[in-house]
């Protein structure tokens, strides 16, 4: 079966410092991986996604992650956090269905 | 920028009673799934659905479940006598592919509440 573990229930940060959102995976064969983020009273909106190639993937409003396989990490990043970062983060595999990790609340501070 | 759409927004409903959940997927998707997300619990799979078939379902989608395309934009949920422990936020997501590389965009969710 694939899941996907997020081993902190909240992360807290200063605006302007480094965000980081760990998650680590176990799959059998190809991961595919993906983070969505979902703000207050909205739905879950797509971040970005690791399918195959470069280790370090690029996605929405600044975010950014890196796939390691010897870790089975793909931890969420963003070099500056801002107030608006603050929300639920979902690390997410998909084996033709998603099983999301149990997320983790953001709250950046001003 | 095309979405998925959900209504409505909020339903609270008696035990017992039938619900009928609502989403509009983005326009050439032809994929459509429904997962839900208990209050405090992890997001869960409930069916995927494709050229009008289930082509997944997960335990918790027993015999009180179905989905259905009624006609060639929505997608429904219909939960057929509900019971308190269905009362969970309800989210509608479709994909343009159905492989795992796919990305799967969500609505907004529908909040049921069963009393």
């Known amino acids: 079966a694939q899941s996907v573990a997020q081993p902190e229930d909240q992360v807290n940060v200063a605006e302007g410092n480094p965000l980081t959102v760990k998650c680590t995976y176990s799959?059998?064969?190809?991961?595919?991986l993906f983070w969505y983020v979902q703000y207050p009273n909205r739905g879950l909106q797509f971040l970005l996604k690791?399918?195959?190639?470069?280790?370090l993937v690029k996605g929405s409003y600044g975010f950014e992650a890196e796939f390691n396989k010897s870790q089975t990490s793909f931890h969420l990043k963003k070099p500056s956090a801002l107030v608006s970062d603050s929300a639920l983060y979902f690390c997410?595999?998909?084996?033709?269905?998603?099983?999301f990790g149990a997320g983790t609340t953001v709250t950046v501070r001003a | 920028e095309p979405e998925v759409t959900q209504t409505p927004s909020h339903q609270v409903t008696q035990m017992g009673q039938e619900v009928i959940l609502r989403c509009v997927p983005i326009?050439?998707?032809?994929?459509f799934y429904w997962y839900r997300q208990i209050l405090g619990q992890k997001v869960e799979f409930l069916v995927s659905?494709?050229?009008?078939?289930?082509?997944?379902k997960s335990e918790i989608f027993d015999d009180q479940f179905s989905v259905e395309r009624p006609d060639g934009s929505n997608f429904t949920l219909k939960i057929r006598s509900t019971k308190l422990e269905d009362s969970a936020m309800y989210f509608c997501?479709?994909?343009?592919?159905?492989?795992?590389?796919?990305?799967?965009?969500f609505g907004p969710g529908t909040r049921l509440l069963v009393l």
């Open positions: 690791y399918i195959t190639g470069d280790n």
């Open positions: 659905f494709y050229n009008n078939e289930i082509s997944e």
């Open positions: 326009s050439n998707h032809l994929y």
């Open positions: 997501a479709s994909s343009g592919g159905g492989y795992p590389a796919e990305t799967q965009y």
């Open positions: 997410v595999t998909n084996d033709y269905k998603l099983s």
């Open positions: 799959v059998s064969g190809n991961p595919y």
